[in-house]
């Protein structure tokens, strides 16, 4: 299973350059990380290039969906079978995302990290905008999903591409899910830790109102594209270190 990391960002060169320096002890190989640089204003696709990564750079800021298509095509083009994804504020430690490359996973499978938010500190709309994407996604797909706007993911990625999601933005991460699902994917939930930053410190392009609403226009959108979900599979929980997966089989 030949992997990669894929790091989407805008306006990110305050914390780029050390998310991508921390992922180099699990990706080492030239051309492993991958950038995606969503038309930043700022210097990031400089300071991601001097820390290491391969950039590829949006002319115009397009959205977070359109940033991860444009780097599973990418990453597709250059071999690798798999792809995980992490962000580019430095809320996913390293370690976290180098334990989505466990080999006992099924390497078709979509993956996706489950935070803790309370735990983690998070911000309170952000854990209130979480809650209301579960509730929707868990609803339609028809079985509970802990986590559906989470970064830290393991995507299949020539598998991904087929499913054709066609999002631009955050919906593109719910739409995914809904789209693996009604494929008959494998969708596998790992406990996760996460970190926020000081409130002062944080970077973040979610709004947490307008957001959410166009993630479940996008469900319904994809309701409609797939059916309904007559052809959803279970999804696969996983136990990690904080225990049972929430909605695992």
């Not at 993956?111 to 803790?116: A, E, H, T």
């Not at 631009?168 to 899910?177: C, Q, R, T």
Request: hydrophobic share 40%; proline share 7%; with cysteine.
């Amino acid at each position: 299973m030949r992997s990669c990391a894929i790091v989407p960002t805008y306006d990110g060169e305050r914390s780029v350059g050390d998310v991508i320096r921390s992922l180099q002890a699990t990706w080492s190989a030239p051309g492993s990380i991958l950038v995606v640089d969503d038309g930043s204003r700022d210097a990031t696709a400089r300071v991601a290039r001097e820390a290491g990564a391969i950039v590829v750079a949006h002319p115009s800021n397009r959205g977070k969906g359109a940033a991860l298509r444009t780097g599973l095509a990418r990453a597709l083009e250059a071999g690798f079978d798999v792809a995980v994804t992490v962000d580019a504020d430095g809320q996913h430690p390293a370690s976290e995302a180098a334990r989505l490359l466990d080999p006992e996973i099924d390497p078709e499978a979509l993956v996706l990290g489950i935070r803790d938010l309370v735990r983690a500190g998070a911000p309170k709309p952000n854990q209130t905008s979480n809650r209301i994407s579960n509730f929707f996604l868990s609803t339609f797909a028809g079985q509970r999903l802990a986590d559906t706007q989470c970064g830290l993911r393991r995507y299949p990625i020539a598998a991904t591409l087929d499913l054709d999601a066609r999002d631009d933005g955050y919906a593109f991460e719910a739409e995914v899910i809904l789209r693996a699902i009604a494929a008959g994917m494998p969708v596998v939930e790992l406990p996760i830790r996460v970190f926020y930053p000081p409130e002062r410190d944080r970077i973040t392009h979610f709004d947490s109102v307008r957001d959410p609403m166009r993630i479940i226009g996008r469900v319904v959108k994809t309701l409609a594209a797939t059916g309904g979900m007559r052809h959803a599979a279970p999804s696969r929980g996983r136990t990690g270190p904080g225990g049972a997966v929430p909605g695992s089989a």
